[in-house]
């Protein structure tokens, strides 16, 4: 049996997602350009909400993680956000 949070992310929650994801810095499109990429079509709504979390920080902290110049800290020490990290860092 599937949880809910094992459960694919619909169409229309991808497409809120893929617009919220936009952001500021080209490189960090480039991140999540390719991230989407591979993984929309298996993305859970447990990564959904972690790439939300990492979608609140601020374009330089978010690039900081995506290039492995820092690791998540405090609130963002989540399985989901841990997850989804490991999945944007992927070459």
Same mark, same amino acid.
């Given at each position: /049996? =599937? =949880?809910? =949070? *094992?459960?694919?992310?619909?169409?229309?929650? !991808?497409?809120? !997602?893929?617009?919220?994801?936009?952001?500021? &810095? &080209?490189?960090? *499109?480039?991140?999540? @350009?390719?991230?989407?990429?591979?993984? #929309?079509?298996?993305?859970?709504?447990?990564?959904? #909400?972690? +790439?939300?979390?990492? /979608?609140?920080?601020?374009?330089? *902290? +978010? /690039?900081? !993680? +995506?290039?492995?110049?820092? @690791? %998540? @800290?405090?609130? +963002?020490?989540? %399985?989901?956000?841990? @997850?989804? !990290?490991?999945?944007?860092? =992927?070459?």
């Amino acid at each position: /049996m =599937t =949880t809910a =949070t *094992d459960a694919l992310i619909d169409e229309r929650a !991808l497409s809120k !997602l893929k617009w919220r994801c936009r952001r500021g &810095l &080209l490189e960090n *499109d480039l991140f999540i @350009e390719r991230f989407f990429q591979r993984y #929309e079509a298996t993305l859970t709504e447990r990564q959904a #909400e972690g +790439l939300r979390v990492l /979608m609140e920080l601020a374009d330089n *902290d +978010l /690039m900081d !993680l +995506l290039m492995a110049r820092k @690791e %998540p @800290e405090g609130d +963002l020490q989540r %399985p989901d956000v841990l @997850e989804v !990290l490991g999945l944007l860092r =992927t070459r």
